[in-house]
């Protein structure tokens, strides 16, 4: 084994869970070293881009993120991102399924896992499964918009790729999750 807990302190247990773990770490070279890290448990989670091969358009929403504003740095908080959720003790396809429904209003049938990542593996856990679907303007059930009593306030965008890709080569779109989706999009869906 090449780590030793030695302490795991709860620093807070309010939105998530945030610890700071005191462990003895085995180097490369064979010695003993303590260190500490602070983690933010904040469970699993999966995204989805939607896209239609036919319309050549990718489905995003636009929401605010309280942490892009509270940076300080002037950003004024909106985001457009890939539909995402946590998956909150479901499996990544049945929860990505229900937050594509809830987030976009089109109901998916059928998801395709493209990949799995750590995020920010120097101070999250979550580990986030990327999916992709084919959606039809028809199997749009509902709005979208997101659940009010969670604070979601969406609004569902369809954008042609060419222009998606134009956002995030400009920066307009700098959500990583959705850059790594559009990223996939352009070399595997529409090439």
């Known amino acids: 084994m090449h780590v030793r807990i030695r302490e795991v302190q709860t620093l807070s247990d309010d939105w998530y869970l945030l610890r700071k773990t005191t462990f003895d770490y085995l180097r490369r070279d064979g010695s003993w070293q303590t260190m500490s890290r602070e983690t933010y448990d904040r469970g699993h989670g999966a995204v989805i881009l939607l896209y239609n091969l036919e319309r050549r358009s990718v489905i995003l929403v636009r929401q605010f993120r309280f942490p892009a504003y509270g940076h300080g740095e002037g950003h004024d908080g909106f985001l457009i991102e890939a539909p995402a959720g946590l998956l909150d003790q479901a499996s990544p396809e049945a929860r ?24 920010s593996p120097g101070s999250v856990t979550e580990r986030l499964y990327f999916f992709v679907a084919e959606y039809d303007p028809a199997s749009r059930a509902g709005a979208g918009g997101g659940v009010h009593a969670e604070g979601e306030d969406i609004e569902v965008l369809e954008l042609p790729l060419e222009r998606a890709v134009e956002m995030m080569a400009s920066g307009v779109i700098e959500d990583g999750k959705t850059i790594m989706l559009l990223q996939y999009a352009q070399l595997h869906l529409f090439r």
């Open 96 to 119: 990505i399924k229900a937050e594509v429904e809830e987030e976009t209003g089109y109901r998916v049938a059928d998801v395709r896992k493209v990949f799995e990542a750590f995020m």
